[in-house]
């Protein structure tokens, strides 16, 4: 069992730069593809970005592309998700989530492949 807990979510200007964090309880992260999705207000949970266990498999959104960049620290448990140059349109709940491998690059896309999510934070950007 993993539990994932999230932090850095709030309030920003747009193109300010904004981190998120989810820390990882209960298992080491090295063997686990980890993503971020996000969801906005009557819309479906989107994909965001995701990185594999090895670090080798790094899918964006085409929304967030160039902006965003996602990285893993195995030694402190911990997925980050680094957000520049936001837009109000990146207004959403944000959630990471964790699943085994081993599994294909391409379906780190696709939230049902995932088994562990973490709270969400909830970031805002003000025009």
């Known amino acids: 069992q993993v539990q994932l807990v999230q932090s850095g979510g709030r309030l920003v200007q747009a193109g300010d730069s904004l981190r998120l964090s989810c820390a990882a309880s209960g298992r080491p992260l090295s063997t686990y593809d980890m993503g971020w999705f996000r969801q906005a207000p009557g819309q479906e949970r989107e994909f965001v970005a995701a990185?594999?266990?090895?670090?080798?498999?790094?899918p964006y959104g085409d929304s967030v592309k160039g902006r965003f960049t996602i990285s893993r620290d195995n030694a402190k448990n911990t997925v980050y998700l680094q957000m520049n140059s936001l837009k109000p349109e990146d207004t959403a709940d944000y959630y990471c989530?964790?699943?085994?491998?081993?599994?294909?690059?391409?379906?780190?896309?696709?939230?049902?492949?995932?088994?562990?999510w973490g709270q969400g934070t909830q970031v805002t950007v003000s025009s």
């Open positions: 989530a964790a699943r085994r491998g081993p599994d294909t690059v391409q379906s780190l896309r696709f939230k049902s492949t995932y088994d562990y």
């Open positions: 990185i594999s266990w090895f670090g080798g498999g790094t």
